[in-house]
């Protein structure tokens, strides 16, 4: 015991020995490279979130961080920051924490700076104490280059849906164009030779001999790349070599390659199976491990994706990646998504995370239906059920009907079968980007217009706070058509209105924030689209770089437009079991379009406010306006229908459905003058008409008898 308790007398001496030796040295052990007393310097290279992107980087200014370690005010005292090449100071910038919780600031500073020194001053400055000290190091040769097809062609249009951002994608017969940026630090001139070729084709090599100046940042463009002839798939190297051949820095680019584009209609929907050449990111809800199955494995072979093609070269996709929820592909690789039939809290006990359509990631329970594609009317119908994460139900359903018209605009109607007792979300702007996209180089700043229809205009930005505007808008208690730009290089944007909905967006997305950095324009998931597994995050991740993403930026919430219609009724929910519940139907007009703001208001007067109608040979329905259509219901009791149209402002394109018509119909006129097919379209059943109304006028159709 004696011995023991010796031994534990030892030891206590030799831990508070070395105690001791921490307190005393510990400041000057600390007081290396990145640490000295309570402040540490991080030289930032750049958060790959933030701007800039891309080629703008190479060169981009260097940004010293200086943080302060300890807690507890910050001292009142000055600092400095010291930049120094070859042991000389260049250059002295004042550090100044901003005031509340950020104990963190960034300074840029000089390419050529060699060391930053953290200074604490004299009052006079006449003396400085050195707190914190960083060397950077920098590439002698630092270098990036992109590549795009020379002619931008929408991916959909290729077949292909949501390449990744960074991967070349070729069609038939097209080229590419690949830019260089290139700087060197070199302390003299050097001569180097770029060389550009595809691994299925290296005979074609392309090569530039450059003269790299010292600190002179150098940008090239090759043009007229071709594809090469054969396969899905190569790798497009970029490479810089020496006088001597060694290579000094290269890019592997992959490139996708498209052999035959499809064949898509001018207007019309078409069954198909859309191009992704990446697995899907797989999470087990269980273990949390990650896994990855293979894009063509990865639903029943009958699932098929449609396609609906404009005659404004807009599409509407409706994609077994993302759920089958629908959304408008740009050229540019971002769609956009006016959301779904969402239940909101409180949600049932058992649910595991949110209870929504996009959680069907399997498609146990959605499905899609080309109704009618005719000359006159594309008709989709897509049918689902909202579940949670782990494919739980409740009973509740819906059904979303996409109605489109030669002009290219359409309506969105929502028939929705629910419990009482649960809420529903039916409307957010919701923004899809492909893998390896940043959303602040994509997205831009003046994300949506609300247009008001009196001509008043609410501009909503991103990222921005817009919560005091917003307070004071929805006292208007106006409709307004709603405009989202949803890339900053796209000229068309999706448009969204219901006479019905007098309430402003109750929710306007926050900005993340990553490393005290504000990365993105609002709220950005990768839980959907395609990606398997994760629930809804809040936070940016890695998985940026393997799955497309999603971007939220407002959402009305549990406001709800006055529905069309509304009852509660006994019926068979999903389940199977018999109980009353609430059957609502909502619609909107959408399109996808680069009309201006008084052609928009336009729009939305002639979709709120149907025409009155002088009508001859024909009798006018019960229902005459289906607003869930855009059309005016007629039906035909004579060969020849004369149907005076008297707008309520402005009449757009008017749509008659015409019950009991001929088949054939030989002739029309509109005020006695003959109109060309291109006009008007017809199908045995719907009547489309390409004409401004804004006063009184005679459209006359001919049918022929049997």
């Known amino acids: 015991m004696v011995k023991f308790l010796a031994q534990r007398y030892f030891h206590a001496c030799l831990i508070g020995f070395a105690l001791f030796l921490n307190v005393l040295f510990f400041p000057l052990l600390d007081a290396g490279e990145n640490n000295l007393h309570s402040y540490r310097i991080h030289i930032d290279q750049g958060h790959p979130w933030r701007p800039p992107f891309g080629l703008k980087r190479v060169g981009s200014p260097t940004m010293a961080w200086i943080e302060q370690m300890a807690t507890g005010e910050t001292p009142k005292i000055e600092l400095w920051l010291s930049s120094q090449v070859a042991g000389r100071e260049t250059e002295r910038k004042k550090v100044e924490f901003a005031k509340g919780a950020t104990r963190s600031v960034r300074i840029m500073i000089g390419d050529n700076v060699e060391q930053v020194l953290l200074l604490q001053t004299s009052d006079d400055q006449s003396q400085a104490t050195q707190l914190a000290e960083k060397k950077i190091h920098r590439k002698d040769l630092e270098a990036d280059a992109e590549a795009k097809a020379t002619v931008v062609t929408n991916p959909v249009d290729l077949g292909v849906i949501f390449p990744p951002s960074n991967e070349l994608l070729l069609g038939p017969g097209q080229s590419a164009q690949v830019d260089v940026a290139v700087l060197s630090r070199a302390d003299k001139k050097r001569t180097v030779n770029l060389a550009i070729w595809f691994d299925s084709n290296p005979a074609l090599k392309q090569k530039r001999k450059i003269v790299l100046n010292p600190g002179q940042r150098h940008e090239?463009?090759?043009?007229?790349?071709?594809?090469?002839?054969?396969?899905?798939?190569?790798?497009?190297?970029?490479?810089?070599?020496?006088?001597?051949?060694?290579?000094?820095?290269?890019?592997?680019?992959?490139?996708?390659?498209?052999?035959?584009?499809?064949?898509?209609?001018?207007?019309?929907?078409?069954?198909?199976?859309?191009?992704?050449?990446?697995?899907?990111?797989?999470?087990?809800?269980?273990?949390?491990?990650?896994?990855?199955?293979?894009?063509?494995?990865?639903?029943?072979?009958?699932?098929?994706?449609?396609?609906?093609?404009?005659?404004?070269?807009?599409?509407?996709?409706?994609?077994?990646?993302?759920?089958?929820?629908?959304?408008?592909?740009?050229?540019?690789?971002?769609?956009?998504?006016?959301?779904?039939?969402?239940?909101?809290?409180?949600?049932?006990?058992?649910?595991?995370?949110?209870?929504?359509?996009?959680?069907?990631?399997?498609?146990?329970h959605g499905r899609i239906k080309i109704v009618e594609s005719t000359p006159s009317r594309v008709h989709v119908r897509w049918?689902?059920?909202?579940?949670?994460?782990?494919?739980?139900?409740?009973?509740?359903?819906?059904?979303?009907?996409?109605?489109?018209?030669?002009?290219?605009?359409?309506?969105?109607?929502?028939?929705?079968?629910?419990?009482?007792?649960?809420?529903?979300?039916?409307?957010?702007?919701?923004?899809?980007?492909?893998?390896?996209?940043?959303?602040?180089?994509?997205?831009?700043?003046?994300?949506?217009?609300?247009?008001?229809?009196?001509?008043?205009?609410?501009?909503?930005?991103?990222?921005?706070?817009?919560?005091?505007?917003?307070?004071?808008?929805?006292?208007?208690?106006?409709?307004?058509?709603?405009?989202?730009?949803?890339?900053?290089?796209?000229?068309?944007?999706?448009?969204?209105?219901?006479?019905?909905?007098?309430?402003?967006?109750?929710?306007?997305?926050?900005?993340?924030?990553?490393?005290?950095?504000?990365?993105?324009?609002?709220?950005?998931?990768?839980?959907?689209?395609?990606?398997?597994?994760?629930?809804?995050?809040?936070?940016?991740?890695?998985?940026?770089?393997?799955?497309?993403?999603?971007?939220?930026?407002?959402?009305?919430?549990?406001?709800?437009?006055?529905?069309?219609?509304?009852?509660?009724?006994?019926?068979?929910?999903?389940?199977?079991?018999?109980?009353?519940?609430?059957?609502?139907?909502?619609?909107?007009?959408?399109?996808?379009?680069?009309?201006?703001?008084?052609?928009?208001?336009?729009?939305?007067?002639?979709?709120?406010?149907?025409?009155?109608?002088?009508?001859?040979?024909?009798?006018?329905?019960?229902?005459?306006?289906?607003?869930?259509?855009?059309?005016?219901?007629?039906?035909?009791?004579?060969?020849?229908?004369s149907i005076t149209i008297k707008p309520t402002g402005i009449c757009i394109n008017p749509v008659f459905e015409l019950l009991n018509a001929p088949e054939k119909l030989l002739h029309v006129t509109l005020d006695n003058k003959t109109l060309a097919q291109r006009r008007y379209a017809w199908d045995g059943h719907t009547f489309w008409l390409q004409a401004d109304i804004d006063s009184p006028a005679k459209l006359a159709l001919k049918f022929q008898t049997k």
């Open 383 to 641: 049918t689902y059920q909202s579940t949670d994460l782990l494919y739980n139900i409740w009973g509740d359903s819906a059904v979303e009907d996409y109605y489109f018209y030669p002009d290219g605009f359409g309506t969105r109607v929502v028939n929705l079968k629910r419990d009482p007792n649960s809420q529903y979300e039916l409307s957010e702007f919701i923004i899809l980007t492909a893998a390896e996209t940043y959303p602040l180089n994509v997205l831009p700043r003046n994300t949506i217009d609300a247009i008001f229809l009196d001509g008043k205009k609410r501009e909503f930005k991103f990222p921005g706070d817009s919560s005091p505007k917003t307070k004071s808008l929805t006292t208007r208690n106006q409709s307004a058509i709603y405009r989202v730009r949803i890339h900053k290089q796209e000229t068309a944007s999706a448009i969204y209105f219901s006479p019905h909905e007098t309430a402003f967006p109750s929710v306007v997305f926050n900005p993340f924030y990553d490393e005290g950095e504000l990365v993105t324009p609002a709220y950005w998931g990768s839980h959907w689209p395609l990606a398997r597994g994760n629930a809804t995050g809040n936070k940016i991740d890695e998985r940026v770089h393997i799955t497309p993403c999603h971007n939220s930026l407002m959402s009305w919430a549990d406001k709800r437009p006055r529905p069309l219609s509304s009852g509660i009724v006994r019926t068979v929910d999903s389940l199977g079991q018999s109980r009353e519940m609430i059957m609502e139907r909502w619609a909107w007009l959408i399109g996808m379009t680069d009309a201006d703001d008084a052609r928009l208001v336009q729009w939305a007067q002639s979709y709120a406010n149907p025409p009155s109608l002088e009508v001859t040979g024909a009798s006018i329905e019960l229902n005459a306006y289906a607003m869930q259509r855009r059309a005016i219901r007629l039906k035909i009791d004579q060969p020849i229908v």
């Open 220 to 364: 090239l463009i090759f043009e007229k790349l071709k594809s090469p002839a054969k396969g899905k798939r190569t790798i497009l190297n970029v490479a810089i070599m020496g006088e001597e051949g060694e290579t000094l820095w290269q890019k592997k680019i992959p490139a996708i390659l498209v052999q035959q584009s499809p064949s898509w209609p001018r207007f019309g929907a078409t069954q198909t199976i859309l191009r992704y050449d990446s697995p899907i990111s797989v999470r087990d809800p269980a273990t949390g491990e990650f896994s990855e199955i293979a894009y063509q494995d990865a639903w029943k072979p009958e699932l098929q994706d449609v396609v609906v093609s404009l005659p404004t070269g807009a599409r509407f996709v409706f994609w077994r990646g993302a759920s089958y929820i629908p959304f408008w592909i740009g050229t540019h690789n971002t769609g956009l998504c006016y959301e779904w039939a969402e239940r909101l809290p409180p949600r049932p006990k058992n649910a595991v995370d949110c209870v929504e359509p996009l959680m069907d990631k399997e498609l146990r």
